[in-house]
């Protein structure tokens, strides 16, 4: 059997019950450090499943699929991936390979970014289209996402903004050589992102920027949320583009332009001195 199992936010209790007597009974333990990051060493988690933990990188988890699904047919193998195991495109490719290779399969869910964002106090069923938001350089500055946040702000819904990150990724100098080499782990910051977006808005017409999304749009930033150390801001965009939260990982939110009353009420308590009342329109 191949099981897929959720992880949770990161703390190495935050498996289930279900997950944890399966992990114990695998012949193979894998660990996707791909898609997102846990928030405690390896060995933490060797120590609390008693039981050694593989690592797989970007390589193995995009070239080697097979590898980790060999043998699953026989014996019990398991990945574990941080938060839900459908939170990544990635892990719906490792169900159809196993389909192909008519390998069972099986899927233990978990609590992630996804779900978890309600801690923040806005209403689960009031978020649209989650976006992602890439890292820009010198060559590449997509803005796509600013249209699918217009489109949730014209809809008066919220928007989760899942920021980029880099964990073993290849400089260009060492792809041409053909000997890869790779750049330190980055992970994007609420500050980085609200900078991204205050350029594309800079961009818009002065219509555009008054009534779609301005400087002094509301945002919600988020850091190590499931932790200990879990930290909340409301900031307006001008003011989150300076706001450091510390250490990752971070989400951002841009709230719809109405809120309910509970929702102001309760963002409040993390937005200083801002009067939440007067953006709330």
Request: aromatic share 8%; net charge negative; hydrophobic share 40%.
């Amino acid at each position: 059997m191949f099981y897929l199992i959720g992880l949770g936010l990161g703390d190495p209790k935050d498996i289930t019950v279900k997950g944890l007597e399966i992990v114990k009974q695998c012949s193979r333990v894998y660990l996707e450090m791909y898609t997102s990051i846990l928030g405690c060493p390896k060995e933490e988690l060797e120590a609390f499943y008693g039981r050694p933990v593989l690592l797989a990188d970007r390589d193995l988890v995009e070239q080697g699929a097979d590898e980790i699904l060999a043998g699953a047919a026989e014996e019990d193998v398991a990945l574990l991936v941080v938060g839900d195991p459908f939170g990544a495109t990635t892990h719906t490719d490792f169900i159809l390979r196993a389909k192909e290779k008519k390998i069972p399969y099986k899927v233990i869910h978990n609590a992630s970014i996804m779900n978890a964002i309600g801690c923040c106090g806005l209403q689960l069923y009031k978020f649209g289209e989650t976006v992602s938001i890439p890292y820009w350089d010198e060559t590449w500055k997509p803005d796509s996402f600013y249209d699918k946040i217009k489109l949730n702000r014209l809809h008066n819904m919220h928007t989760l903004c899942l920021l980029d990150i880099k964990v073993k990724e290849p400089t260009l100098e060492s792809l041409m050589r053909g000997r890869k080499e790779y750049m330190p782990p980055r992970f994007m910051t609420v500050a980085e992102a609200a900078q991204q977006l205050l350029a594309i808005v800079d961009k818009k017409d002065a219509l555009e920027r008054n009534t779609i999304l301005n400087d002094q749009s509301l945002c919600v930033g988020l850091a190590r949320v499931g932790h200990d150390n879990q930290q909340i801001v409301v900031r307006t965009l001008r003011d989150m583009a300076s706001t450091d939260m510390g250490g990752p990982l971070h989400s951002l939110v841009i709230p719809a332009k109405e809120m309910h009353p509970l929702e102001v009420e309760f963002l409040q308590q993390y937005a200083g001195a801002l009067k939440l009342e007067d953006y709330n329109h």
